[in-house]
């Protein structure tokens, strides 16, 4: 086969690259450069697209002795994932920009150009089970990203290959130290690549400046503080509300409304929802017959809870066998079919629109 | 494997292997008293002369360097600070926007951190700068520290009127640094018949080492050095020579040099065959810079290794891509450190918009250039333009 391995200069990427050649496959070595201003980034290795990731890529590719190029896709990343996730946040919502990035770039741009370019799939280091266009989940549950992945449609599966599922974190560093790579011991990324200094309020208050709203307690509708923008906000937040209620309890966001750019705010009982209402959903095979049970995530590196799906007005209607806190609009239900032996296989995926 | 991108670097001569590692062998800093370091400064010496002799240089004028980048910051810079030192009115540079970027960063290095003012020159469609544009941005020439223009274009080959240049400044008393990088051994250069007051040239173009080139520098020029230390090269530039690299520099000069006109034959009909037959592959396909034939001031008017071609609603990332898994090596231009692509900033300057400047490749040949190379590219420039075509520019 011949295979384009998306390179972003972290361990993972480089020891999916290095399985991909050893498997036999016709690698070839994309670094994608993501940020506009690339030179402005930290130099530390923990976000996805300085100029040292991109050094760190074509290190281990030479040593893979693997062609290398890098793809300038700043353009379309800074509308698809930036620009979407400032839009997102604006409105109120809490977008997840990893899951939009693999659907707009990684697995869209970036395959699409690939296969035009004649290449048979793409190899990423993502630590999910990903091959023959089935997506389950790590083995490595720590690190599972199949949540991440979960937008993916059947087209896009079918060309694209993760060899990491099957082994942990600790494993893909030591295989990357067997083979010598500097990048065996490199951190692992845990900030939003695009806000390197992962003070996320701070980058949407550069980009949405202040908008001022009121804090309402849902209990008894006064108006408890100010805020300076809606975009602090997470549902389910606990900390950091800068108001005090009545009483010592905790408060919890319930929600966030944009236009009057109201955050309410209330407590733990009320802070709980069991009912999940969506938009329109994706799968990655064919539609599965609805109502059905699965398991939902409803966040990045969130626990899995059991529910019953059924067709709902816009979207999917999911009922949680226990409630949950911090359901936020934006972020994305992912359904999974629970499968102890092969991993859980992802079903489909859905932006969540409300929960109740 | 077929190997077209001589501009980038190109084969080392075996004479000039031979000679190096000959002097590799051998003791001796050339600054040395002793026997051995006579030994040593004799042959560097001799080195010079043959160098500044196939230039048209006197020895006193060659100053070794590190090699172009390094010769054009001590041209822009040290000819700056001098010609400023001594009259505080001459801050602006004259420079042309298609320049190395060893220039222009030098430049913009000296507006950002040292008060000089830059007036870039026109730049004509084919590359050229022409002497009348040259004048109008001088003007009266009072507050200008110098000009730089290039002797010929690295990516797309136009050669300037280097010496109408040269007269242009001088009526206004300003002098005239030119990157000869491309030129020397491709088309004639004549350092003394120019009448330039500095010229940039580098062995690895021609068949020499990495590392090692010149700058020429007449003798009455004044010129603030960049390294300060031992004194060497007429305390312009100090640092114990490198005495195998100048003599594989000063081989490698005297070699390109003396063989010019056959090769340049040779090259330029090998170079038209490909141009000629990716046109006919792709005929969409548009040539870049001066016309292939073209004669100015009794020389080429291109350098006869270029072919620089644009492939409308293709990008040359792809293109190279795939002809490099092909075994076809070629350039697209500029890239940045992180290898990231930019449109060529010559193509801009020239007046192309950035979809051509995307869309262009740079096929170079030099002296172990065949026509098997250039039948290895015809035989897949077709499809592989058609490929990159379909998987269009990565952007809506």
């Known amino acids: ?356 | 494997m077929t190997y077209l991108d001589h501009a980038a670097t190109t084969p080392l001569l075996p004479e000039v292997l031979a000679a190096m590692t000959e002097q590799l062998g051998r003791v001796g800093n050339a600054s040395s008293l002793h026997a051995s370091g006579r030994a040593a400064r004799r042959v560097a010496e001799q080195s010079r002369e043959r160098l500044a002799e196939a230039l048209g240089a006197r020895p006193s004028e060659v100053l070794f360097t590190g090699g172009g980048t390094e010769s054009d910051n001590l041209a822009i810079k040290g000819l700056f600070w001098a010609r400023r030192g001594s009259d505080a009115q001459r801050r602006r540079l004259v420079v042309s926007p298609a320049e190395h970027h060893a220039v222009l960063d030098s430049v913009e290095w000296l507006v950002k951190h040292d008060g000089a003012d830059v007036t870039w020159l026109p730049v004509e469609p084919s590359g050229r700068i022409r002497p009348e544009a040259l004048a109008e941005a001088l003007g009266d020439g009072r507050d200008v520290a110098l000009a730089s223009v290039m002797w010929a274009n690295n990516e797309i080959g136009t050669v300037s009127d280097i010496a109408a240049l040269a007269g242009t400044a001088h009526a206004v008393g300003v002098p005239l640094h030119t990157d000869a990088v491309q030129a020397v051994g491709q088309v004639p250069v004549d350092f003394g018949a120019s009448g330039v007051d500095a010229l940039t040239m580098t062995g690895h173009k021609l068949g020499g080492p990495m590392g090692a080139g010149a700058l020429l520098l007449r003798r009455d020029a004044e010129c603030t050095p960049l390294l300060h230390g031992g004194g060497q090269e007429r305390d312009v530039r100090s640092g114990t020579l490198d005495v195998a690299a100048i003599v594989g520099l000063a081989v490698a000069t005297v070699t390109a040099v003396g063989r010019r006109e056959q090769r340049a034959a040779q090259v330029g009909a090998l170079r038209d065959r490909l141009v000629r037959g990716v046109t006919a592959e792709v005929p969409d396909a548009r040539l870049n810079g001066a016309p292939l034939d073209e004669e100015l001031a009794g020389g080429p008017g291109r350098l006869p290794g270029n072919a620089h071609l644009s492939f409308p609603g293709a990008e040359g990332d792809a293109l190279l891509m795939l002809l490099d898994a092909r075994g076809i090596e070629c350039s697209t231009g500029s890239a940045c450190s992180a290898g990231v692509a930019r449109p060529s900033h010559v193509l801009l300057a020239v007046g192309a918009d950035s979809e051509r400047a995307r869309s262009s490749l740079r096929f170079s040949l030099g002296h172990t250039s065949t026509d098997a190379d250039v039948d290895a590219v015809l035989d897949v420039i077709g499809p592989v333009v058609e490929r990159a075509r379909r998987a269009g520019l990565g952007r809506r």
Request: net charge negative; proline share 5%; hydrophobic share 40%.
């Open chain 1, 1 to 356: 086969m011949r295979v384009l391995a998306a390179m972003s200069g972290g361990v993972d990427s480089a020891v999916a690259a290095a399985l991909a050649v050893d498997a036999g496959h016709d690698v070839t070595g994309v670094h994608l450069a993501l940020s506009q201003h690339r030179q402005a980034l930290r130099s530390g290795s923990r976000g996805c697209c300085s100029v040292e990731d991109s050094h760190d890529a074509r290190r281990v590719a030479d040593e893979l002795g693997i062609p290398f190029y890098v793809w300038d896709l700043a353009e379309r990343f800074t509308e698809d994932v930036v620009d979407d996730f400032v839009a997102e946040y604006a409105a109120g919502r809490t977008p997840n920009p990893c899951l939009r990035c693999n659907e707009k770039i990684k697995f869209s741009a970036v395959l699409d150009r690939a296969l035009s370019l004649g290449f048979d799939a793409v190899v990423t280091g993502h630590h999910a089970r990903l091959a023959d266009g089935e997506l389950r989940r790590s083995v490595d549950a720590a690190k599972d990203q199949s949540y991440v992945l979960g937008v993916l449609t059947p087209e896009q599966l079918a060309a694209a290959w993760s060899p990491l599922g099957g082994m942990t974190k600790d494993r893909v560093r030591e295989i990357a130290a067997e083979r010598g790579f500097g990048v065996a011991t490199k951190p692992d990324s845990h900030d939003i690549c695009f806000i390197p200094d992962g003070d996320t309020r701070g980058f949407l208050a550069r980009r949405l400046g202040s908008l001022p709203g009121p804090v309402v307690d849902a209990t008894t509708g006064a108006t408890v503080g100010e805020h300076d923008g809606t975009y602090g906000f997470t549902v389910g937040q606990r900390k950091g509300l800068g108001v005090t209620a009545g009483d010592s309890r905790p408060r919890y966001v319930l929600g966030i409304e944009p236009v009057s750019r109201t955050v309410t705010i209330g407590t733990a009982d009320l802070a709980v929802v069991d009912e999940v209402r969506t938009g329109v959903p994706t799968w990655t095979g064919a539609a599965p017959a609805l109502p059905g049970r699965f398991e939902v995530q409803l966040r990045a590196h969130g626990t899995p809870v059991a529910c019953e799906v059924s067709t709902g007005d816009d979207g999917l209607r999911i009922a949680l066998a226990e409630p949950q806190r911090g359901v936020a609009p934006g972020q994305s239900a992912v359904l999974y079919e629970p499968d102890a032996a092969r991993g859980d296989r992802v079903v489909g995926q859905a932006p969540v629109a409300d929960a109740r």
